[in-house]
């Protein structure tokens, strides 16, 4: 279908096993996520995109530890392992994802003071990265999601879309979760009562 775009969520090195915030299998989806891109006419993939002192590393806060929460300007904040550097190899698409197709790469996330989860907005909820935008401007009425993780960026991208109008739906099989303290059921849970459909 013309109008429907598939969106790769973070399938980079540092979210699969050996990375820095590795989530558990996040490698095994990939063969599923090359044959949704095959079989899709428009592919955009998202790469978080930190620098090396990015705010929502435990690193950059004095006593902070990785997977804590901390209260920042725009509202509760996940601290993580430093992960997703521009420019390193964890940061690097995982090696046998087919993206040539892909038409056009959203960075998020490099903006020191605040972390990006979605797709669509940054974790204010108000800074948008732009993609709402081009897939308006091009047509695009319907988005399916996969990638890494469930619970986190592709679970607020999902929200974030249906919000901004868009039919959406989350391949569950090509995803994997980071599933904090119970993370993956409540957003699991978020994003069937907004509509999102999960296959
Ligand atoms: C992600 C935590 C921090 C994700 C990115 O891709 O789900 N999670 N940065
Ligand atoms: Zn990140």
């Known amino acids: 279908m013309a109008d ?55 690193s950059q806060h004095e006593g902070g530890a990785p997977f804590e929460t901390i209260d920042v300007a725009y509202g509760p904040q996940t601290l993580w392992p430093d992960h997703c550097v521009q420019g390193t190899d ?20 490099f903006r020191r003071e605040i972390d990006s989860y979605s797709a669509f907005f940054e974790n204010d909820h108000s800074t948008p990265t732009g993609l709402t935008g081009y897939l308006k401007d091009r047509g695009i009425g319907e ?21 901004s ?5 989350v391949v569950m099989p090509a995803c994997r979760a980071i599933d904090l303290d119970g993370s993956l059921d409540v957003m699991t849970a978020r994003m069937r009562d907004a509509g999102v459909h999960l296959l």
């Open 165 to 169: 109008g868009f039919r959406t739906s």
């Open 4 to 58: 429907k775009a598939l969106i790769v969520v973070d399938l980079q090195n540092d979210f699969c096993p050996g990375g820095a915030l590795a989530v558990e299998g996040g490698d095994e989806i990939v063969p599923l996520v090359n044959h949704l891109i095959s079989s899709h006419d428009h592919v955009v993939l998202t790469q978080d995109w930190h620098p090396a002192d990015h705010s929502s590393f435990a």
């Open 90 to 109: 964890g940061a690097a698409f995982h090696a046998e994802m087919d993206w040539t197709r892909a038409e056009l790469v959203i960075r998020k996330g």
């Open 143 to 163: 988005v399916v999601l996969c990638g890494l993780a469930t619970d986190f960026c592709v679970g607020f991208s999902a929200l974030d879309a249906v919000a």
